[in-house]
């Protein structure tokens, strides 16, 4: 029986995993035939090599994942100045959520008319629309590593999030600027002399602080209650240059090494380079899935237990012996 279930033709890697099983097979069927022994040996050779496969196949898939960063904070906090010091810095690709709905609101689309409405009323746009512009801009990109800025802003948006990007998409952390309602407002205000925006002004402006107060914070608490992603504060407080410190102490443990630091070469291909870079490591793990390394079971697995293949090694080993005289 043994012997029949080996004849099991394998047409894809997960049904390997039936090789696993047919060890456990032949030992319990208790045949101490030398055919068998080694037909048992080659199994657990092939399992073995399977789950090799299978580690390799994952580390490669998590490689071709896109990496990203949420960063979220109240508005006028200061995460799109931050971004754009850690895109230079790091070669991110920084998106913001808010500037892909103003620019698809600015084309006079659809959807520009729901968002220009959601906007003006210091509401936040449904996910769809949101999630679809993200999807969008990452695809079309060469890199890798994503800064999000200002997404996920609700439960609803996290729900989607996970519905609709986990199979390309891995969160690394939250960043999150943590700054006063009453800085928020000041920042808010100062800004709108100059931005032009429709929402930075003082009835927008509360308007945004209370979406803020009543969906993004309890947001924030909930990562953190239940770890469901990695939540890294900064303080906002400060000036440019003492906020974009605190950003790099927090977010050192999660930069990939992979990442090149522009501030040291100033190099406008690093994301480029970057993604490259990951292209080789991924092709490196997929060779070796097609050409694992032998081990010692792999050789025991060509040698007989019979007394024919016995007295043909006896006979090899007597003429290396004669050779050697």
């Not at 630091?261 to 994301?271: E, G, K, L, Q, S």
Request: net charge negative; glycine share 6%.
């Amino acid at each position: 029986r043994a012997q029949a279930v080996a004849t099991i033709k394998v047409t894809h890697w997960r049904e390997m995993h039936i090789c696993s099983l047919l060890v456990a097979t032949a030992s319990a069927l208790g045949v101490t035939t030398p055919r068998s022994r080694r037909l048992t040996r080659m199994l657990a050779t092939v399992a073995e090599t399977t789950k090799r496969v299978f580690r390799v196949k994952e580390e490669e898939e998590a490689l071709r994942k896109r990496r990203v960063v949420f960063c979220l904070g109240g508005p006028g906090a200061g995460k799109g100045t931050q971004c754009d010091r850690l895109r230079e810095a790091y070669g991110y690709v920084h998106l913001s959520a808010g500037e892909l709905l103003r620019r698809e609101q600015a084309s006079g689309s659809e959807d520009g008319e729901l968002i220009q409405s959601y906007l003006a009323e210091g509401k936040i746009v449904p996910v769809s629309v949101s999630l679809s512009l993200l999807r969008k801009e990452m695809e079309e990109s060469a890199s890798l590593h994503f800064l999000i800025d200002g997404f996920p802003r609700n439960f609803d948006n996290v729900e989607g999030w996970i519905e609709a990007m986990s199979d390309v998409a891995v969160v690394d952390c939250v960043l999150f600027y943590d700054v006063p309602p009453d800085v928020l407002l000041d920042r808010m205000l100062e800004r709108g002399e100059t931005s032009g925006r429709s929402d930075d002004n003082l009835a927008a402006a509360h308007k945004r602080l209370a979406t803020y107060s009543e969906s993004t914070l309890p947001l924030i608490e909930h990562f953190e209650r239940e770890h469901l992603f990695r939540v890294v504060r900064v303080a906002g407080i400060g000036s440019v240059d003492e906020v974009w410190q605190l950003t790099q102490d927090a977010l050192k443990p999660f930069l990939p090494a992979l990442l090149i630091d522009r501030t040291a070469n100033d190099d406008d291909d690093a994301p480029a380079a970057a993604a490259a870079a990951e292209k080789d490591a991924a092709a490196a793990l997929a060779a070796e899935a097609e050409n694992p390394p032998r081990s010692d079971d792999d050789d025991d697995t060509t040698q007989g237990d019979d007394e024919h293949d016995s007295a043909a090694e006896a006979s090899s080993s007597s003429s290396s012996s004669s050779s050697s005289s």
